[in-house]
């Protein structure tokens, strides 16, 4: 895979209008549909016009976002000759419109079987394995490990490690950290959940919406453009979160994770560049 450009894309103009329009329910739904749009990135998907068009008549108020999910849904069950390059841009229209919904929603709850449902929600009729715990164990060659792998968690222990993960999560106490201490500890249980990768596909974006309605929750403001723009960055943020060859003086560091989640909720300027995480050719 070769990396990606942060030039911004043309549907991010056109959703920005939007926001600087002032519009306190366009703002809103607008940054929704960045962040959801954005997301595909993580797997190299690109969404449609149909569905640029989509999300501009729900924002301007014309449809409601249920209505919106379905057109996109429709759209493609309808459709019966599709040629085999469309099928990823389906699933990009299908789980950004999907998204959208979810963020725009104002119910949490944190638990592993949250995690799953917002899995299943995202992938129902994409993934046959929707909302399951895989059942076998996997590698995934990795750009900035130059196609080395991160080791994920083993089928076998998916469900224990998430339980063990949430529950000290859910002990943990924020009392008395400083808002850098919190993120900082909030970017390492997001690097944990994530390492699990208890799914077949769809991990990260999954993840990703998941946190996102958990940091609502301590009452952040989350600037959309770090999705929207660096969903990639995310990802790879990630794999070095997790990623360990003490032999050649590599260490896993949530540092670069760390930085996208202060641009995403301090309002910090890191600048968040691909190539900055690739680890060092002398290293291999």
Known sequence: MNQKQNAPKPWQFDLEEYIRQGEAGKAEKSCAWKTAIGLQDVDGLETSAYLLETAKEHIEGYIDIDTARKRIDSYYETRTERREEEKGTEEADRVAARITQILSEKTFQFSPAEYRMIHKRLFFGIYDHAGMTRT????????????????????????????????????????????????????????????????????????????????????????????????WYFRNALVRANYNDLTRGIHATTEYLEHFFGNLLLGTDYELKNRNLVIDDGFL
């Open 136 to 231: 076998y164990n996997i590698t995934k060659k990795e750009w900035v490990l130059h196609g080395k792998s991160v080791f994920y968690a083993s089928a076998d222990s998916i469900n224990a490690t998430l339980e063990y993960d949430f529950g000290q999560e859910k002990q943990f106490s924020y009392k008395g950290l400083s808002l850098q201490e919190s993120v900082r500890h909030l970017a390492k249980f997001t690097s944990d959940i994530w390492q699990i990768h208890p799914f077949c596909e769809g991990n990260t974006r999954t993840t990703a919406v998941f946190i996102v309605k958990y940091l609502k929750t301590f009452g952040f403001h989350i600037n959309n453009d770090a999705f929207a723009e660096h969903s």
